[in-house]
């Protein structure tokens, strides 16, 4: 082999392995591979050599110029490892065995009782579903029975995306979607449908003492053969009993719900007052915390459920009133202030 060839090879590896950087690589391989570098030239010179010496030279070059550029891309990485590393080891340690220094941070009160009702409703065999916020109006009204111009979506303005989609105004807007979900295993092995889904809602509401314009609500469903009244006044009781562990004074009363028959409005007596009336239940000393009712077959017939075979409960959980009155909150308003002062107070219980 030609000895500049010879020569070249030992020379990059020497100062590959004295390259300390990044950058001093990259200088290396412009001064050997680049237009002007050590192994171009060779190439170019090449017209200098005798015709049968072209040839083999020719090979030789180009033999070097592959193993140049490997090695050089070996190192790099090499040095680039290295770099990672070092990056690595000058980071902050953070130690999870260690003691909280400073304010240790706390849980939102609606995460608390979430997470409460989740606990509860998953012991009595329901499932915990999420669902999106942004939603169609096919899912947020019509698929539950509230047809387009139906003055039940008075109640329920809500803020509308260019695309004509929505901020979803209730988690009833899941309810078609976990029909479909779960129906076929209804239907085909017997499993009853038993599914709650908490999320936050949005409507255009001027806000108040117990009305906000975010707020969060916990849908519930159960579908199945002989599913009645009976069965949602259990689950509401078993659910109500869990969260206050005490006596609470509750009210069952008829209430229209487009995607309920019958429908009911489920009260509980204002526990900032003691049912003596103030501004957290509008002076009526009662509370709206849970409308609940037979699911419409209308509904269910819409979620591919036949409703002569099959029937089912619904509710709507306010959650944010019920962090309210579990917590003692006079304002729902407090609940968004992200005043940490107010909120840090609350603890888990459990
Ligand atoms: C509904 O949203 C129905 N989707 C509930 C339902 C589900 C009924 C399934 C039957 C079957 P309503 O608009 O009343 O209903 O709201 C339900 C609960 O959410 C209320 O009782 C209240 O606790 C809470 N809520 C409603 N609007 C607000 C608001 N602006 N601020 C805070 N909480 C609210």
Redesign the pocket.
Known sequence: MDERILRLQEEIKKELSDAKDLASIDQLRVSYLGKKGSITSLLKGMKTLAAEQRKAFGADVNKLKDSAAKMIEERAAELKKKQIELEISAMPRFDISSPVSGDAGSYHPITLVQRQCEVIFRSMGFTVEDYPEVVTDYECFESVNIPKHHPARD??DTYYLENGQLLKS???AAQNAILRKYGPALKEKGVPIKAIFPGRCF?N?ATDA????T?F?M?GMMVDKNISISNLIYFMKTMLSEVFRKDIKVRLRPGF?P??EP?FELDISCLICGGEGCPSCKHSGWL??????MIHPNVLREGGIDPDEYTGF???L?L??LAMMKYGVKD?RDLNSGSLRSLSQFTDDE
């Open positions: 109640m329920q209730q988690t009833s409507r509401e117990c009305h906000e314009n707020f609500q849908e719900f995607f309920v429908g709206e915390l849970c409308p609940c009712g619904a509710f709507g306010g944010t009133r729902i």
